[in-house]
């Protein structure tokens, strides 16, 4: 079965410094990732995708994702953190058992400081 | 385009009370997800609904269930309510099936009393 894991439950970054938020999968087949955000008191919203077309994904706000087969990651990066991008992000897995469901990660929630 | 619609957003019951929710997709997508969130559990999926039949279900009681109509409109229902059911619901909305590319709704947030 496929997973997701979240490795930092919390982040916190400075304004304008990289975002750097990590995620490991487990899967026996090239799965399909993606990233999600939810700001508070609001549902989730799509940041990218990867589908096994190129490993450097790009997303929407300056985010972007590298899938590494080989360390069975798919971290997600920004250059420069903005203080809208506080909110809690999820890294997420669609299964390929039982006509494929979203399985989603822990949630790591970012707080950007002026 | 108008987005995923839920309604109520939010609303409080009692134990042993029932609620229904409901979830307006956005128009032309035919498949609808429920998922549940918790602080503690986080995102746990409910149910999938497609074409008016459900596709997929998660790991809960017979209490929770669902339906989708001839517009793709949804609803869900809880019975028999439960402390431990207060959470987030948050209804998605997508194209097709397995696409992992969902739209959200901003939930409806209940409080069990």
């Known amino acids: 079965a496929q997973s997701v894991t979240q490795l930092d439950s919390h982040v916190s970054v400075s304004e304008g410094t990289p975002v750097l938020l990590r995620c490991n999968y487990s899967?026996?087949?090239?799965?399909?990732l993606f990233w999600y955000v939810q700001h508070p008191n609001k549902g989730l919203q799509l940041l990218l995708k990867?589908?096994?077309?190129?490993?450097l994904v790009k997303g929407i706000n300056g985010f972007e994702a590298e899938f590494k087969k080989s360390e069975t990651s798919f971290h997600l990066t920004k250059p420069s953190a903005h203080m809208s991008d506080a909110a809690e992000y999820f890294c997420?897995?669609?299964?390929?058992?039982?006509?494929?469901?979203?399985?989603f990660g822990a949630g790591t929630q970012v707080v950007v400081t002026p | 385009k108008a987005g995923v619609t839920q309604t109520p957003r939010y609303l409080i019951k009692t134990r042993g009370q029932q609620v229904t929710l409901s979830c307006s997709p956005i128009?032309?997508?035919?498949?609808v997800s429920w998922y549940q969130q918790t602080p503690g559990q986080g995102l746990q999926f409910l149910f999938e609904?497609?074409?008016?039949?459900?596709?997929n279900k998660g790991n809960f009681p017979g209490r929770f269930s669902g339906r989708q109509f001839s517009n793709s409109r949804s609803e869900m229902n809880v019975s028999t309510l439960e402390l431990g059911d207060s959470a987030l619901y948050l209804c998605?909305?997508?194209?097709?099936?397995?696409?992992?590319?969902?739209?959200f709704g901003e939930g409806s947030r209940l409080t069990v009393l």
């Open positions: 128009s032309g997508h035919r498949s």
């Open positions: 990867y589908t096994s077309a190129a490993t």
């Open positions: 998605a909305s997508s194209f097709g099936l397995n696409t992992g590319e969902l739209f």
């Open positions: 997420v897995v669609l299964t390929t058992d039982s006509w494929g469901k979203l399985q």
């Open positions: 609904y497609f074409s008016e039949t459900q596709r």
């Open positions: 899967s026996s087949y090239s799965p399909s």
